[in-house]
């Protein structure tokens, strides 16, 4: 990556994202960004050039501006990475009171202490899962057989599914549909599908504790969100819940990758409350920036102007590796004592699972490192990795034990 001088806006964009290949470690264009000390100027794959920030202040100050806003970046004509937009209603299209409104109606579900009540749940999940692989043949994907139906479960926790059900009230079943009729013909049924399972869910008595008793609580007296809205809200909620599964094959990987690391963590459970969160910071899950903001005023990012209009996509991934904020940021250490990570993101979109992520990332990681004490990856079938602009993640994970 080199950026040449130009006449009108100072430098010449570079094509974003930068990675080809996907990989743990960062592409060195991060890195060259971040020491210039300056917004990148970058083209995108829709819609044309945008800002990058890459250092920790800049892209802390892009996530927390009050003006910095979702919505307007959530327009046809505005620089993306990916064709779809999302739907207008969508709680990371909005901002000010509309958002908070709708983080108010989520709370419950994803405070510190649900999650607290679903880790008993979890662990013996993990358990159940790890007593049925370790009976495999081996090698065996590690993904499919536990950290993908351990990250699935939950999130049906967390939204309250409730169990047994039929296809057709299966939300989590509903929304993979829907993501995957993206950009086709059945789009709008799969939606309307979606739709129906959450009004019926909604209406209906003796749910589980979980988002979808507390949507139908305020809907029975009157305050709660439109059937609309509560699809869009249960949409994000399923789809951000994913995030974990694309997570926890990397944080296994890097600890068979440290295991000086591992051994440590036997000898000093103690450690573990630290190890996710560095494991947080070390690992990227994005394959670029995080969602795109656009100005709506003026603003100062770290020093660097931004006219109203343009727009800046905050690089989570690479603020989490600044040297300025995280001493020897490339060392994964589980001893650091100060770690901010951006992992989560910050300000009012900051993500609301991260109690209960923190708590199936050390019940997952720690329940699999005890079960398994010879875990390796597998000698003859090598991880393979996702393709696609969003995620930075494994595709298989072959083990042995
Ligand atoms: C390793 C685990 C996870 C990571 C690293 C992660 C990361 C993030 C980040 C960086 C954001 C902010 C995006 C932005 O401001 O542009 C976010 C938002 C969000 N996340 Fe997560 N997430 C994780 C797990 C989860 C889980 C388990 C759920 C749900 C069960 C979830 C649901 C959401 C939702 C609904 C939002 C949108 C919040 C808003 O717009 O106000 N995430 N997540």
Redesign the pocket.
């Known amino acids: 990556m080199s950026q040449h001088t130009d006449t009108s806006r100072g430098l010449c964009p570079v094509a974003y994202p930068f990675a080809g290949e996907h990989r743990l470690d960062l592409e060195d264009d991060y890195a060259r960004a971040r020491a210039s000390g300056r917004l990148l100027r970058v083209t995108l794959p829709v819609g044309g050039d945008a800002w990058l920030a890459t250092t920790y202040d800049q892209v802390r100050s892009v996530?927390t501006h009050p003006r910095m806003e979702r919505g307007l970046a959530n327009q046809p004509a505005t620089p993306r990475l990916e064709t779809a937009l999302m739907t207008q209603q969508s709680?990371?299209a909005l901002d000010g009171h509309e958002?908070a409104r709708l983080?108010r109606a989520i709370a419950g579900a994803f405070s510190p202490r649900t999650a607290r009540r679903i880790r008993p749940y979890l662990k013996a999940e993990a358990d159940r899962l790890l007593d049925r692989f370790l009976a495999r043949q081996q090698p065996a994907d590690l993904m499919t057989a536990y950290t993908e139906p351990l990250a699935s479960a939950?999130?049906r926790q967390?939204i309250g599914q409730p169990p047994g059900g039929n296809e057709d009230t299966d939300v989590v079943a509903r929304v993979t549909a829907l993501v995957q009729a993206r950009e086709t013909p059945t789009e709008a049924e799969a939606r309307d599908q979606l739709e129906e399972a959450v009004d019926r869910l909604t209406r209906s008595r003796g749910l589980p504790p979980g988002l979808l008793r507390d949507l139908s609580l305020t809907r029975a007296i009157g305050t709660g969100l439109s059937t609309s809205q509560s699809t869009d809200i249960v949409f994000?909620?399923v789809l951000?819940?994913r995030?974990?599964a694309f997570?926890l094959p990397s944080a296994v990987l890097v600890l068979l990758q440290h295991p000086g690391h591992i051994k440590a963590l036997r000898q000093h459970p103690h450690l573990w409350q630290k190890a996710v969160e560095e494991l947080?910071r070390f690992i990227p899950?994005g394959l670029s920036g995080?969602?795109p903001r656009t100005a709506t005023i003026p603003v100062d990012v770290a020093g660097h102007s931004v006219e109203a209009g343009e727009t800046v996509l905050p690089a989570?991934i690479a603020a989490n590796l600044d040297e300025h904020e995280f001493p020897r940021a490339s060392e994964l250490d589980f001893t650091r004592s100060q770690n901010p990570h951006l992992?989560?993101?910050a300000g009012?979109?900051?993500?609301?699972?991260a109690p209960?992520?923190r708590h199936l990332?050390e019940v997952s990681l720690r329940s699999l490192i005890d079960r398994a004490p010879a875990l390796r990856l597998a000698t003859l079938a090598p991880a393979t990795w996702h393709t696609g602009r969003i995620v930075r993640a494994l595709a298989t994970l072959p083990v042995e034990w």
């Not at 009012?348 to 699972?353: F, I, K, L, V």
């Open positions: 996530l709680v990371l958002h983080r939950a999130v967390l994000a909620v951000g819940g995030t974990p997570f947080l899950v995080g969602f989570m992992a989560f993101g009012p979109h900051r993500c609301p699972g209960l992520s990332i």
